[in-house]
């Protein structure tokens, strides 16, 4: 099964300390700087949505946004085109940009240390319903390569990883890690 489209978050330590309107100028900022890989358009303010995408930097190939979706804060990359490769390198390129990402607004003035990873939550999907519907057949079509890939990108750490069940939901995988990972090292991990 060959899966595109792949979403990333990075869960974050203390969301109350995120001062979400602070995002939007330092997003606005990767545009005018060229902070990302991908060519950067416009910054979306969706605070005002209950548990719902937060401030969202919309690109050509991909967005990231700083996500609430669920209400569970967190750093997200969203590849909306195609990525050559195998899964795994689609899946390296997304946990790869969404590390990047979160490295830069741990290191942004503006937001004063508050915005950093919490070392063990990460969520990958797939944002292509018709590419993966999220049911049984689609997970265990992927499981062993996406439990190998966190193996590798987790190095010496144990990690749980359960598929969402819901079948209204996009397709993905919850992983935790057993003890706190250095985003630094998981970058280079996937390097």
């Not at 990075?10 to 100028?25: G, N, S, T």
């Not at 590390?99 to 950093?116: D, F, K």
């Not at 993905?172 to 890690?177: K, N, R, S, Y």
Request: hydrophobic share 40%.
């Amino acid at each position: 099964m060959e899966l595109q489209h792949i979403n990333v978050k990075l869960y974050l330590r203390d969301p109350h300390a995120v001062k979400m309107e602070a995002v939007v100028p330092v997003f606005h900022g990767w545009i005018q700087n060229s902070r990302c890989e991908e060519l950067l358009i416009d910054v979306a303010d969706y605070r005002h949505v209950h548990a719902g995408p937060g401030v969202v930097l919309i690109g050509h190939q991909a967005d990231y946004s700083l996500d609430n979706t669920d209400n569970r804060l967190g750093i997200r990359y969203n590849r909306k085109s195609v990525v050559e490769g195998s899964n795994r390198d689609r899946f390296s390129q997304a946990l790869r940009a969404a590390c990047r990402a979160c490295l830069t607004l741990e290191s942004e003035e503006r937001l004063r240390g508050n915005v950093c990873f919490d070392g063990r939550g990460i969520q990958l999907f797939v944002n292509d319903r018709m590419l993966a519907p999220n049911k049984a057949h689609v997970a265990e079509a992927v499981r062993t390569e996406l439990r190998d890939f966190f193996a590798d990108a987790f190095g010496s750490s144990e990690f749980e990883m359960k598929f969402e069940s819901d079948p209204r939901r996009l397709f993905g995988a919850e992983v935790t890690a057993a003890k706190p990972l250095e985003l630094v090292n998981l970058l280079h991990r996937l390097n």
